[in-house]
């Protein structure tokens, strides 16, 4: 069954550093997301990518957050200067054309920010 | 604006014993809605969703929801819990504007 793949699994940066966390959504998928849950926390929306641009961001996502599809298959999300808060779980997903259904989520990149 | 409402952070029953978890939501249309399952340290995995049609779903674990639009509610259940069940379960409506929003989460606790 297809799935949603996410490297690194765990990632340890130190606070100011940029760092890209790395997808690879469902293959016929066309939209694709972030979410990041804090420890002990609920998930949250981060932002949403369809046609090469972002259609929906949430206010989390500033201007230290940008995402991009550098080819057919990745989708990464980079944060330039990374802040102690920035600590949590990343997880991608994607969902199929028409975008209205449930979204694949894949394994997570646990960032820690020290 | 969406919503999700989890009343029970914690919950804790006995293996064998039913379960229900409950799940309000607030969303102008009629919503998707789903529940996932997280284990210590896990992503988030998909035990079922409601789209549309029938208002009873079964998912995977023995699991089931059912969707009353008057209460805007749509509580988890399942018959006989297992200790392998123990888990943060979240609700979440959406996606609307493509982005899903999520509850809390309910920690499951499973006493022998």
């Known amino acids: 069954e297809p799935e949603v793949t996410q490297t690194p699994s765990h990632q340890v940066t130190q606070m100011g550093q940029e760092v890209i966390l790395r997808c690879v959504p469902i293959s016929n998928h066309l939209y694709f997301y972030w979410y990041r849950q804090i420890l002990g926390q609920k998930v949250e929306f981060l932002v949403s990518f369809y046609n090469n641009e972002i259609s929906e961001k949430s206010e989390i996502f500033d201007d230290q957050f940008s995402v991009e599809r550098p080819d057919g298959s990745n989708f990464t999300l980079k944060i330039r200067s990374t802040k102690l808060e920035d600590s949590a779980m990343y997880f991608c997903?994607?969902?199929?054309?028409?975008?209205?259904?449930?979204?694949?989520f894949g394994p997570g990149t646990r960032l820690t920010v020290t | 604006a969406q919503s999700v409402t989890q009343p029970d952070i914690h919950i804790t029953v006995s293996e064998g014993a039913s379960l229900e978890l409950r799940c309000n939501y607030s969303y102008g249309a009629t919503p998707y809605l789903f529940w996932y399952v997280q284990s210590p340290g896990q992503g988030l995995q998909l035990l079922l969703k409601?789209?549309?049609?029938?208002?009873l779903v079964q998912g995977i674990k023995g699991f089931e929801a059912e969707f009353k639009r008057s209460q805007s509610s749509f509580n988890l259940r399942k018959p006989s819990v297992h200790w392998s069940d123990a888990a943060e379960y979240f609700c979440a409506v959406g996606p609307l504007a493509g982005k899903s929003t999520f509850g809390d989460g309910t920690t499951l606790t499973v006493k022998p």
């Open positions: 409601y789209f549309s049609g029938d208002t």
């Open positions: 997903a994607s969902s199929e054309p028409g975008g209205a259904y449930e979204q694949y």
